[in-house]
């Protein structure tokens, strides 16, 4: 079975391939349907955003989609960045960009007080619209400086406490078993699994 990841972030894409292997799919990325549609973000919810785009794109492509919306939440933040944690710093900037301005405002803060989690909600839809959408968080503290090569986003700023090093220090072979990401595509797997089911009866 065709599966279309709708995404255009590369390392987004890869991350997600790995933890979907093990699964009768063929992946395909959005990159790979030059009309599929880049569908606007803006929604009050990662999983109104997730589904927006899962929908858009499967009704575009014809394939059953999976598209996530992921971002941090921040508690001395009133939960910002949040949904607009990719465009923290601006329309054009880039990860680098939206880390130094979180930085920036939370100088100062004490580590008791910089508590947070990272967001993912993950919609899967067929052409004939969504399915289901699932969710789930990865709770965390936000260090003072970046630290790591792994990632991308605020992994080199996302410490998490059992650790005590960031998303970024830990690289892919632990991000991918305890992130926000991983678990929430965990009970995607169970989804896409049964369309498969379906698909070779």
């Avoid at 009309?35 to 794109?57: C, I, M």
Wanted: hydrophobic letters at 35%.
């Amino acid at each position: 079975m065709d599966l279309v990841v709708a995404t255009r972030n590369e390392k987004k894409l890869q991350e997600i391939e790995e933890l979907l292997k093990g699964l009768d799919v063929r992946v395909w990325s959005i990159r790979d349907f030059p009309d599929a549609p880049k569908v606007k973000e803006g929604s009050l919810s990662h999983k109104e955003n997730a589904a927006k785009k899962a929908t858009e794109v499967a009704r575009s492509t014809g394939k059953l989609t999976l598209a996530d919306d992921s971002g941090l939440e921040v508690d001395v933040l009133c939960g910002e960045p949040g949904v607009h944690s990719a465009r923290f710093a601006g329309e054009d900037q880039n990860d680098e960009a939206n880390i130094q301005k979180l930085l920036k405002l939370m100088e100062g803060v004490p580590e008791e007080k910089r508590g947070a989690r990272f967001r993912c909600c993950v919609a899967i839809a067929r052409p004939e619209g969504l399915v289901r959408v699932v969710e789930a968080t990865c709770e965390g503290i936000i260090g003072l400086r970046p630290e790591g090569s792994y990632g991308f986003g605020y992994d080199p700023v996302f410490i998490i406490p059992d650790y005590n090093q960031t998303f970024a220090q830990l690289g892919p072979e632990v991000k991918n078993r305890i992130s926000h990401r991983a678990k929430a595509l965990k009970k995607a797997r169970k989804i896409i699994s049964g369309y498969v089911s379906c698909a070779e009866t």
